[in-house]
T-cell receptor
Framework: KAGVTQTPRYLIKTRGQQVTLSCSPI?????VSWYQQTPGQGLQFLFE???????NKGNFPGRFSGRQFSNSRSEMNVSTLELGDSALYLC????????????????FGAGTRLSVL | AQSVSQHNHHVILSEAASLELGCNYS??????LFWYVQYPGQHLQLLLK??????LVKGIKGFEAEFIKSKFSFNLRKPSVQWSDTAEYFC???????????FGGGTRVLVKP
């Protein structure tokens, strides 16, 4: 079974531009979460989608947005890029909706490394 | 808000030494606990998980972790490390809200051959 696939693997953008990252979850998985990984802040939760609906959102500005399609694939978008947005963006997929008592495991993709110049 | 604290940022040890990485979390409700590992150049992989039941859980590659509810801790252990255990280790907590994971800051482990 194929794992979580993120594209592209590397991106270089300049300040002020916007970027779209893509994530294909493991086949059959319906929940997709996004995380930002930086040396200074570590791994921080961006948002989670389940059945095309955003269920959770982390503490990031509105420049960060996402969506999920009917096939569970997800995209995240960052508009008006800033230098501080340079990071590894990780996508994780989970089979079920989660919540209290749920025994779900998140499987991570290799990430998209974004460099903002 | 939940938070996760990993006590050591860097650990250096020799092969065959024992490893213990500390993890404490702050959360008032029922939690699921995880340890993930990130080998150099690779993606995050699950080492082990705790959902309920026996507080001592075993994972892959000889790792184990103990959940101590009274101390809000979930420490990772390995009796004898190998050079291939060089990696960054992350403790994570999932609370009641969906599948959101809150991660600790990570511990970089370097095992000298």
């Amino acid at each position: 079974k194929a794992g979580v696939t993120q594209t592209p693997r590397y991106l270089i953008k300049t300040r002020g531009q916007q970027v779209t990252l893509s994530c294909s979850p493991i086949s059959g998985h319906r929940s997709v979460s996004w995380y930002q990984q930086t040396p200074g802040q570590g791994l921080q939760f961006l948002f989670e989608y389940f059945s095309e609906t955003q269920r959770n959102k982390g503490n990031f500005p509105g420049r960060f947005s996402g969506r999920q399609f009917s096939n569970s694939r997800s995209e995240m978008n960052v508009s008006t890029l800033e230098l501080g947005d340079s990071a590894l963006y990780l996508c994780a997929s989970t089979l079920l909706a989660g919540g209290p008592g749920a025994k779900n495991i998140q499987y991570f993709g290799a990430g998209t490394r974004l460099s903002v110049l | 808000a939940q938070s996760v604290s990993q006590h050591n940022h860097h650990v250096i040890l020799s092969e065959a030494a024992s490893l213990e990485l500390g993890c404490n979390y702050s959360y008032g409700g029922t939690v699921n606990l995880f340890w993930y590992v990130q080998y150099p150049g690779q993606h995050l992989q699950l080492l082990l998980k705790y959902f309920s039941g026996d507080p001592l859980v075993k994972g892959i590659k000889g790792f184990e972790a103990e959940f101590i509810k009274s101390k809000f801790s979930f420490n990772l252990r390995k009796p004898s490390v190998q050079w291939s255990d060089t990696a960054e280790y992350f403790c994570a907590v999932k609370g009641a809200a969906g599948n959101k994971l809150t991660f600790g800051g990570g511990t970089r482990v370097l095992v000298k051959p």
